[in-house]
């Protein structure tokens, strides 16, 4: 019931086919891929044509965070490309639930992203459509931050929110989930986390032997 997605912004991009077969061996749940634009936030990471190149060895969903402004624009692209999911900021549109809408009719799961100091009522006219909400627990834009203690709150709320819909919308948290924060993110209600180097892209450990104890911080 918990996911785990490495985020694959933080693998090593030179040896990108061999990272995802040891994490695919692994037993991950997802992929996770930051994209960003420059202007939304100030860095730049992957795109459409990495989504691609994923796409054609791995079986796994692929989760694309867009961390770009008017996301809407840009929707088709990631679908194409192979994306099974996609999230989008709040933030970023001033079209919440038309491109929520739009990713849905391509037949992908739909997110929405929160920045640290967004409050979760900003979805409160998205529940009846969201598939899943992903609770920054950094500000985006760079991997090694770390976490913002007020976000296990912002997960428990959201957590409770969720409960009275009756759906099934995950809960996910990016930024800093390694074994210092998964316990609490799980207590207080988080269902998919993304591994970036906190967790997994690190050490001289592998990513299968990082991801095996990564996991077994669920079962504690
Ligand atoms: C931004 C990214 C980062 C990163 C997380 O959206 O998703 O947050 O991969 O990895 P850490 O924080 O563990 O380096
Ligand atoms: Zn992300």
Redesign the pocket.
């Known amino acids: 019931m918990h996911k785990l997605g490495p985020?694959l912004?933080?693998a090593d991009l030179v040896n990108l086919e061999q990272n995802i077969r040891e994490l695919d061996e692994a037993g991950v749940d997802f992929y996770?891929l930051?994209i960003m634009d420059g202007q939304f936030v100030p860095n730049f990471t992957l795109g459409p044509d990495l989504v691609k190149a994923v796409r054609r060895i791995t079986n796994k969903p692929l989760d694309a965070?867009l961390?770009v402004k008017e996301p809407e624009r840009h929707i088709d692209l990631f679908a194409d490309a192979g994306a099974d999911m996609i999230s989008v900021h709040q933030e970023a549109t001033d079209h919440l639930q038309s491109t929520l809408m739009r990713i849905k009719n391509r037949g992908l799961k739909a997110g929405v992203a929160l920045n640290p100091a967004t409050p979760p009522d900003a979805l409160d006219y998205v529940y009846d459509i969201v598939d899943y909400i992903v609770v920054?627990t950094?500000n985006?834009?760079?991997?090694?931050?770390k976490f913002i203690p007020l976000m296990y709150d912002k997960i428990a709320q959201i957590a409770d929110k969720v409960k009275g819909y009756g759906r099934d919308i995950e809960i996910q948290v990016?930024?800093?989930?390694?074994a210092a924060t998964i316990p609490t993110c799980k207590e207080h209600g988080a269902s998919m986390y993304?591994?970036?180097?906190?967790?997994v892209f690190n050490s001289a450990r592998s990513l299968k032997d990082n991801v095996a104890e990564t996991r077994k911080l669920f079962n504690a």
């Open positions: 985020s912004m933080c996770h930051d965070h961390m920054m950094v985006p834009g760079f991997a090694g931050q990016d930024g800093n989930i390694g993304v591994l970036g180097t906190s967790a």
